[in-house]
C-alpha cells in the first residue's frame, strides 16, 4: 500500500497507519511531502528516520521516477493521511508535479482504492468542489472523524478508530475500530435537554 503524509494537522495518522500496516504484515510504501517534514517538527518528536524506518519503502516526495509513480505498479492502493487541502486540490485537477500527486493519479486511473483523510475546518466551496470532483474519479474522502460512542479515553484510541475504518475500506481488519452495538446491547433514553437521543448500555440501567 502506497502511504502519503501531507503537511496537515495530524502527522500522527500517517505514522500510525505504518504500524498498522506492519502488524497486518502489508508492504507499505512512503511519501512525506516537504510540509509534512514542517508539521511532523511541530507537531511530534519523531525524526525523519524514525518514520521511514517503519515501512517497508520511502520515496522522495519529488521522485517522480519511483516505480508507484507507474501505473505497472501493483498495489492494494494508496492513503493520504493526513490529506491537506493543496495536495486534495492536485489530485482533484491532476496537477501536482510531486510524487503523492502523481501516486494519486495512478491509483486513480489504475482504478485501485484512494483515501483522502482531508483534514481542514472549516470548508469553503473549493474544498468542498475537490472533494466532489475526487469522490466523482473514485477516490474516498474520509475525514478523521472520532466516534464518541467508543467512549475513547486518550487522543491514541481515536486515531486508532479513524484508521481502522480507513483500513475497513481495503477489506482489512486492525481491530482498531469499535464497533456501534458490537459488544454492548443498548438502549436509548430522551436527551433531558429535549433534542436528540443518549445511547446508554444495559449496565449503566441496573
Known amino acids: 500500500m502506497v502511504v502519503g503524509i501531507s503537511g496537515a494537522s495530524g502527522f500522527i495518522y500517517g505514522v500510525r497507519l505504518l504500524q498498522l500496516l506492519a502488524e497486518l504484515d502489508i508492504e507499505s510504501h512512503l511519501i512525506i511531502s516537504r510540509a509534512a517534514l514542517l508539521t511532523m517538527a511541530h507537531e ?3 525524526k525523519l528516520a524514525d518514520v521511514t524506518a517503519l515501512a ?3 520515496h522522495r516526495a519529488d521522485d517522480v521516477a519511483a516505480g ?6 501493483r498495489c492494494l492502493g494508496m492513503v493520504v493521511a493526513p490529506c491537506s487541502m493543496r495536495t486534495l ?6 496537477t501536482s508535479s510531486g510524487l503523492i500527486g502523481r501516486a494519486a493519479d495512478v491509483t486513480l486511473k489504475e482504478r485501485r482504492t484512494l483515501v483522502l483523510m482531508a483534514r481542514e475546518t472549516p470548508l469553503t466551496l473549493a474544498h468542498l468542489r475537490n472533494m466532489t470532483a475526487v469522490t466523482e474519479m473514485g477516490g474516498i474522502i474520509a475525514p478523521p472523524v472520532p466516534a464518541f460512542y467508543a467512549r475513547p479515553d486518550n487522543l491514541a484510541q481515536m486515531v486508532d478508530h479513524s484508521l481502522g475504518r480507513v483500513l475497513d475500506l ?3 481488519d486492525a481491530g482498531t475500530a469499535t464497533r456501534w452495538r458490537e459488544h454492548t446491547e ?6 433531558p435537554c429535549g433534542e436528540g437521543i443518549y445511547p446508554r448500555s444495559a449496565a449503566q440501567q441496573s
Not at 68 to 73: D, L, P, Q, R, Y
Open 89 to 94: 486540490a492536485q489530485i482533484a485537477t491532476g
Open 186 to 191: 443498548t438502549t436509548v433514553e430522551p436527551n
Open 44 to 46: 511530534t518528536d519523531y
Open 68 to 73: 508507484i509513480a507507474s501505473g505497472s505498479f
Open 170 to 172: 481495503f477489506g482489512l
Open 56 to 58: 517497508s519503502h520511502y
